[in-house]
C-alpha cells in the first residue's frame, strides 16, 4: 500500500526539530524521504549528509535555480509523487509526463530534487513533485487516473495472458476489484459525512 504524503506532512510537522533530525533518512520510504526533506527544508534544517545538491547535468537544474524562493505556496506544499534517478535509471520522463499530467487539470506543481547518497558517489536523486495540500487529494487521484492506472493496466494484460485457462477463469472479478471498490465508498463516505458535519 503506498504511504500517504499527506499524513506523513502532518507527523513530521508534529515533531520538534530535535525529534525530527533524531529520525534516520536511510530507513525511510522513498516517498517519506521526500515529505521528510520537504519538512526539512520548511524547517530550514539540514540532516547531516543528506542535502540537496542539483548536478549539472539534472534535468530540472535550469528550472530549480531560477525559482530559487518558488511558488508562495510551497511552504505548505505535499509530496503528490516522487521518482529515484541514478545512472541507467534516467526520472526526468517519468516526472516530466506526471507534471504535464497535473498542469492538464490544472493543479500546480514544482519540482524538488534531493540527493540520496550522502557521500555524493552515485549520483542518486529524489525528484518530488510537490503541490498545495489543499490539492494534494486531487492531484493523487489524476495521477492514478492518467499516469499509473494505464501502466497497471498494461501490466494487468501482461499478467492475465500468462495464466492458463484454467487459472483465468478461476479469478473472480469480484475479489480483484474488492479493494478498489472498498476505497471508494470509504473516500465517498467520509467526504458526504464531512459535508454534512458542516451544513
Not at 511552504?75 to 497535473?102: I, K, Q, Y
Amino acid at each position: 500500500m503506498r504511504p500517504d504524503p499527506q499524513e506523513l506532512q502532518r507527523y513530521y510537522a508534529s515533531l520538534s526539530d530535535e525529534a525530527l533530525l533524531e529520525i534516520e533518512r536511510g530507513d525511510l520510504t522513498e516517498i517519506a524521504q521526500s515529505c521528510y526533506d520537504a519538512e526539512l527544508a520548511k524547517r530550514g534544517l539540514e540532516s547531516e549528509g543528506d542535502q540537496v545538491e542539483i548536478r549539472h547535468d539534472d534535468p530540472f537544474a535550469e528550472e530549480e535555480e531560477s525559482e530559487e524562493i518558488g511558488p508562495d505556496w510551497l511552504e505548505d506544499a505535499v509530496c503528490s509523487c516522487s521518482f529515484e534517478s541514478s545512472p541507467g535509471n534516467d526520472a526526468a520522463p517519468d516526472l516530466d509526463e506526471a507534471r504535464s499530467v497535473l498542469e492538464a487539470e490544472g493543479i500546480p506543481c514544482h519540482a524538488v530534487a534531493n540527493e540520496l547518497d550522502a557521500k555524493k558517489e552515485t549520483h542518486r536523486y529524489t525528484y518530488s513533485l510537490m503541490v498545495p495540500a489543499a490539492l494534494n487529494m486531487r492531484a493523487l487521484s489524476v495521477l492514478d487516473r492518467d499516469f499509473f492506472n494505464p501502466r497497471l493496466e498494461s501490466e494487468w494484460k501482461t499478467h492475465f495472458a500468462d495464466l492458463s485457462d484454467d487459472e483465468l477463469r478461476g479469478l473472480s472479478l469480484q475479489d480483484l476489484t474488492a479493494g478498489m471498490l472498498d476505497r471508494v465508498e470509504r473516500l465517498t463516505k467520509a467526504y458526504k459525512q464531512e459535508l454534512a458535519r458542516r451544513s
